[in-house]
């Protein structure tokens, strides 16, 4: 069973930056495309960042983070990262990485990690 580790997350004042990272057990990582998502409470789960397989580096945004999120990946570690700059109180949530879209994430999430906005 695959395991995913998201950390990084944390408490920043608007406009601040933070980089999230999750490590994706198993030998098959770099066959996976990778995707970024949140759930802020009391809403749905979102995908907000998505990444392809392989060594293209393609990626795709939700529009409320295109401009201000990168993700990436670093197939030899097996980690997804999610770089997040020009925080916004709206993107405070809980952040999960998984495979991409939805409908192809593994039944089993992380614990996901924090993502605090506030001043």
């Known amino acids: 069973q695959v395991q995913l580790v998201e950390s990084g997350g944390g408490l920043v004042q608007p406009g601040g930056s933070l980089r999230l990272s999750c490590a994706v057990s198993g030998s098959l990582f770099r066959f996976y495309v990778m995707g970024w998502y949140r759930q802020a409470p009391g809403k749905q789960r979102e995908l907000v960042a998505r990444?392809?397989?392989?060594?293209?580096?393609?990626?795709n945004y939700a529009d409320s983070v295109k401009g201000r999120f990168t993700i990436s990946r670093d197939n030899a570690k097996n980690t997804v990262f999610l770089q997040m700059n020009s925080l916004k109180p709206e993107d405070t949530a809980v952040y999960y990485c998984n495979r991409a879209p939805d409908v192809a994430a593994f039944d089993s999430w992380g614990q996901g990690t924090q993502v605090t906005v506030s001043s």
């Open positions: 990444i392809d397989s392989g060594s293209s580096g393609k990626s």
